[in-house]
């Protein structure tokens, strides 16, 4: 079982960048934890602040691989080209979101990637990324 995280931009930050929103831990801290609690699955991460390379990523990987996490960061709200990618692939995509989204600016209360992801988990901090491979667990092998 293989399931890619992709996160995109200005996730890198996390742990730095608005702490009160997004929490104090780095992705990379959070990341022994995530794979601990799931060692039969093969977890790999990405993460790019560029639409393009993420595509890239996508297309990379969501021909082969069990399912993919997918935290887009602002181009969830923005970008009909990831809309088109997610739902050209065959494995389910989880779409993640640190915050609650819908407790923020209006500006993030639409997804253009929602209507083509397996599900929508978001305003359980890093806790949220654990939440969604067990949603492609389930999906996939009713655990
Ligand atoms: C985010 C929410 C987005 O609105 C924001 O642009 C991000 C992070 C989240 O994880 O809560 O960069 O995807």
């Known amino acids: 079982m293989k399931i890619q995280i992709i996160n995109g931009p200005n996730l890198n930050l ?3 960048r608005e702490p009160g929103i997004y929490g104090n831990s780095s992705f990379e801290s959070y990341l022994p934890q995530l794979r601990q609690r799931f060692p039969d699955v093969e977890i790999d991460c990405y ?3 560029n639409e ?5 990523k996508l297309q990379e990987v969501g021909f082969t691989c069990d399912g993919v996490v997918l935290n887009a960061g602002a181009y969830t709200h923005t970008s ?3 809309h088109d990618c997610v739902r050209s692939l065959p494995c389910p995509v989880v779409e993640v979101h640190i915050s609650n989204v819908h407790q923020r600016e209006a ?13 929508v988990i978001c305003g359980f901090g890093l806790k949220g990324y654990e939440l969604a491979v ?3 667990l389930n999906a996939k092998c009713g655990v």
Not at 107 to 119: A, D, E, I, N
């Open 14 to 16: 996390l742990g730095v």
């Open 134 to 136: 067990e949603g492609i």
């Open 52 to 56: 393009g390379r993420l595509i890239d």
């Open 107 to 119: 500006f993030r209360h639409h997804s253009y990637l929602s209507p083509v992801c397996l599900g």
């Open 47 to 49: 993460q790019s602040n």
């Open 80 to 82: 009909i080209a990831l």
